[in-house]
């Protein structure tokens, strides 16, 4: 069983061209995930209205090194989720819901630490969080959840779409985001498809690049 995790998974080629032959590999091996789990949009509300994607997966784990699945910069050094970004503090105040990404069963939760933090802080990590095991090995990690919102219990079965909590700032959070995190047999996967990530993409429906 896959268990909580924090420190980085193994180091990958820095070189892009290297990358992409990878990636290309690897687009086999998952290949059989990515046609029976399809993950939909995990928060509630327009894309590019109520919410922003700021931070993709970092695919270049050398230090100060930044790729995205586009081989572009949208992300942070060691990053290893997609944080999915509210306007504002009063938006998280209307209450923002976080969506089940797929059908599950909750394995992992937390849900009693401060939901408004504005500096970050690694030592944190998820702060109030969920993590729903999808089938096929695949795991999410819903995290920065506010605080009592969880919906769910320990062994709750869910299906796609039902709400499970809501967006919030706990733990390493600088602001109102969903921090979705995946792992397939144990291995951290960027569910985005592009130049730097040549599998197929894990989404139903996957939404543009964001450039705002």
Not at 28 to 55: C, R, W
Not at 56 to 74: E, I, N, P
Not at 105 to 127: A, M, P
């Amino acid at each position: 069983m896959l268990s909580f995790v924090f420190t980085k998974m193994l180091k990958h080629a820095s070189i892009t061209k290297i990358w992409m032959l990878l990636a290309g590999l690897v687009s086999a091996s998952t290949s059989l995930f990515a046609q029976t789990v399809h993950f939909q949009f995990p928060v509630e509300g327009k894309f590019m209205t109520d919410y922003f994607i700021v931070n993709h997966v970092d695919h270049d784990t050398a230090k100060g090194k930044l790729r995205d699945y586009r081989c572009r910069t949208r992300t942070y050094d060691g990053h290893q989720g997609t944080d999915i970004v509210l306007k504002s503090f009063a938006a998280m105040d209307k209450g923002v819901n976080v969506l089940a990404a797929a059908d599950g069963v909750v394995e992992f939760l937390k849900d009693s630490l401060y939901d408004r933090n504005k500096v970050s802080v690694i030592s944190r990590g998820f702060g109030n969080y969920l993590g729903i095991n999808h089938g096929n090995t695949v795991y999410a990690y819903y995290a920065h959840l506010k605080k009592g919102s969880l919906r769910v219990k320990l062994g709750d079965s869910v299906h796609a779409g039902d709400t499970i909590a809501q967006v919030g700032s706990s733990g390493n959070a600088t602001d109102p985001h969903l921090h979705f995190e995946v792992y397939y047999n144990n291995a951290l996967i960027d569910p985005f498809y592009g130049t730097c990530n040549l599998i197929n993409s894990y989404w139903k429906l996957q939404l543009p690049y964001d450039t705002s």
